[in-house]
T-cell receptor
Framework: QQQVKQSPQSLIVQKGGISIINCAYE??????FPWYQQFPGKGPALLIA?????SEKKEGRFTISFNKSAKQFSLHIMDSQPGDSATYFC????????????FGSGTRLQVQP | DGGITQSPKYLFRKEGQNVTLSCEQN?????MYWYRQDPGQGLRLIYY???????QKGDIAEGYSVSREKKESFPLTVTSAQKNPTAFYLC?????????FGPGTRLTVL
């Protein structure tokens, strides 16, 4: 049972545009929602994370929007750059017990110059 | 430099062999994790350990084994019982929820 669904699978954006990636979760016990960026052949790097007590968090060009009632969250990359071309994963975990992350299937972002 | 190291970077295994992947961290994190990544897919949890001398099976533990004798180390053994071991293996450690990943080991079965 896939507990975190991510879309789209791939995304092409022009330089300077906004990239939007969406995730939906099923387990209401999840209370930590990070986004990771992964370049080919490398380990994922933590980009930004949010907890359900806030609806939005911004760090530089990256913003997470969170909708608790809809059980959805999204990543917005403003002013997308070619260097942002990578695979992005959303994830979710609980704050107690098993804290291992449950990952979405990933979105391959390509930013065209 | 604080971080997570994994070795080797590339590993080739013949069918029927057991191989051990190394994961070391100097972040003083209590929890450590092993994930498997297949092409075009997300990461799936193999095993995790929240404290020394204790570990739990993840979602795809069959054919794998681990040990956690030291806080800094969490080696993963891929046994001959794992039918499709070719994948990218990622180790992570965490302070509470924030997980940090190593550079990965790419295992190929010949």
């Amino acid at each position: 049972q896939q507990q975190v669904k991510q879309s789209p699978q791939s995304l092409i954006v022009q330089k300077g545009g906004i990239s939007i990636i969406n995730c939906a979760y099923e387990n209401t016990a999840f209370d930590y929602f990070p986004w990771y960026q992964q370049f080919p052949g490398k380990g994922p790097a933590l980009l930004i994370a949010i907890r359900p007590d806030v609806s939005e968090k911004k760090e530089g060009r990256f913003t997470i929007s969170f909708n608790k009632s809809a059980k959805q969250f999204s990543l917005h990359i403003m002013d997308s750059q070619p260097g942002d071309s990578a695979t992005y994963f959303c994830a979710a975990s609980k704050d107690t017990g098993r804290r291992a992350l449950t990952f979405g299937s990933g979105t391959r972002l390509q930013v065209q110059p | 430099d604080g971080g997570i190291t994994q070795s080797p970077k590339y590993l080739f295994r013949k069918e029927g062999q057991n191989v051990t992947l190394s994961c070391e961290q100097n972040l003083n994190h209590d929890a450590m994790y092993w994930y498997r990544q297949d092409p075009g897919q997300g990461l799936r949890l193999i095993y995790y350990s929240q404290i020394v001398n204790d570990f739990q099976k993840g979602d795809i533990a069959e054919g794998y084994s681990v040990s956690r004798e030291k806080k800094e180390s969490f080696p993963l053994t891929v046994t001959s019982a794992q039918k499709n071991p070719t994948a990218f293996y990622l180790c992570a450690s965490s302070f509470y929820n924030e997980q940090f990943f190593g550079p990965g080991t790419r295992l190929t079965v010949l």
